[in-house]
């Protein structure tokens, strides 16, 4: 509103007022009304006009007038505040993907008895309002409770350049997998702004086929560690490993790492060097999880590693079981002729294994039992206590290192810039 303008209830009376004197007035009079009401309601004289002119609006609804008011609210106010807890507790997903989460988690919820009817605002209406709530609506209102972080990483990728030809490449774009089994593999470095010194790396491990992910702690990138880390994901996936795709980094691209896969009758493939589209979906892992949970801090330290390693087999669990996910499934073209990706409905990972058919009765029963028990909200509560801890110990330490940083290239452009010698004319 302007300012000077009066309220709409005044407004109102104001047209009521002048609505007759305007039709019948001469025109010299009508600008004299005009001004009148301009300087009585702060209003430009266009909106004015329209006021006192329209033919539709007589005493009784000349409210209409007034384009300012609103729908009434289709939602309540209880059920905003729900939609915000239930958003919290499911780690701040879009509106898209937390449409598809309400029906899978509310009754989750309510067996836990977390969502209780008749306790913190939750009802049957509520519950009703909630599984109705279209994703553009969810979006608009969590929009003014969304935060992000704004700290980034760095890369730790080193070529191993030794046995890069004898590795088979595999390129975005390359027929998709039809089965459960075949992993992208990278790895995540904990190291602050800087790499120097040990520091913490995480093993994402992604099935491209069902979105499964597994993550592992990584005391550096010696070989003997990657080894461990890769026999503990065989040991903890629900199904077979039948290949791996990894980057180009010498942790994969060495002869312990391939004589272990050719052991097992893995395939093994590597990416194209600088294309992060060929590993667009353990890459999307690494941003959405590994740096969403566990942060940018530096982790270096023992207790720190075991910390992220309890802090992982939780985040596991939720991702897998509770978080569903889209899959790309081919290409359409829209009605100006350009290419458009299309996309299947969401489905959590868990069921994805499921409708695959590939588990025997025993696993799958026993996947099923371990679903049951996993109370989303509890996982959540475990989430936060060990991101607390994890910032604890690391959040102090990663700062001073970040300050240092930034002095000492702070220092090294000075003196960049004191040894270059300008030449006069």
């Not at 004197?21 to 001469?26: L, N, P």
């Not at 007034?66 to 879009?94: E, G, I, N, Q």
Request: hydrophobic share 35%; aromatic share 8%; with cysteine.
């Amino acid at each position: 509103m302007n300012k000077g303008v009066v309220s709409v209830a005044t407004r109102i009376e104001i047209t009521k007022q002048l609505k007759q004197a305007y039709k019948t007035a001469a025109k010299s009079e009508k600008s004299e009304i005009l001004d009148q009401f301009c300087a009585t309601t702060g209003v430009s004289r266009v909106t004015a006009r329209r006021y006192l002119t329209d033919p539709n609006l007589g005493a009784k609804n000349v409210t209409r007038i007034d384009r300012r008011h609103h729908r009434p609210t289709k939602y309540s106010a209880a059920s905003r505040r729900v939609l915000v807890w239930l958003w919290r507790v499911m780690m701040y997903p879009c509106g898209k993907y937390m449409q598809q989460m309400l029906p899978e988690w509310i009754p989750r919820l309510e067996a836990h008895h977390e969502l209780v009817y008749g306790e913190h605002d939750y009802t049957s209406e509520v519950r009703a309002e909630l599984l109705h709530m279209s994703a553009a609506t969810i979006d608009r209102y969590l929009r003014e409770h969304r935060r992000a972080l704004e700290l980034k990483g760095i890369s730790a990728t080193r070529s191993g350049a030794l046995l890069r030809t004898s590795i088979q490449i595999r390129k975005a774009g390359d027929e998709a997998e039809t089965e459960p089994g075949f992993l992208e593999c990278d790895t995540v470095a904990h190291c602050a702004p800087t790499l120097q010194g040990e520091f913490a790396r995480t093993l994402t491990a992604t099935c491209v086929y069902t979105g499964w992910t597994h993550l592992e702690v990584l005391r550096n990138n010696a070989r003997v560690h990657m080894i461990a880390a890769l026999e503990r994901l065989e040991a903890a996936l629900p199904f077979d490993i039948a290949g791996l795709d990894c980057d180009n980094g010498s942790e994969f691209i060495n002869d312990q790492v391939i004589t272990w896969a050719g052991e097992r009758k893995i395939f093994f493939t590597r990416s194209r060097p600088y294309k992060k589209n060929d590993q667009a979906v353990v890459e999307s892992k690494n941003n959405h999880i590994v740096r969403k949970y566990g942060f940018y801090y530096r982790y270096d330290t023992a207790e720190e590693r075991d910390v992220l390693a309890k802090l992982w087999q939780v985040v596991g669990w939720k991702m897998n079981f509770f978080t569903p996910t889209k899959k790309p499934v081919g290409w359409s073209v829209d009605g100006q002729g350009r290419r458009r990706r299309v996309y299947d409905a969401p489905k959590t990972p868990f069921q994805r294994l499921l409708e695959a058919g590939v588990l025997s009765h025993t696993q799958e029963r026993m996947l099923r039992a371990q679903y049951a028990k996993l109370n989303p909200v509890e996982l959540t509560r475990d989430i936060v206590r060990y991101q607390d801890m994890l910032i604890t110990k690391a959040r102090w330490k990663t700062e001073v290192l970040t300050a240092e940083v930034a002095d000492a290239q702070k220092s090294r452009r000075k003196r960049q810039a004191g040894g270059v010698k300008i030449h006069s004319a």
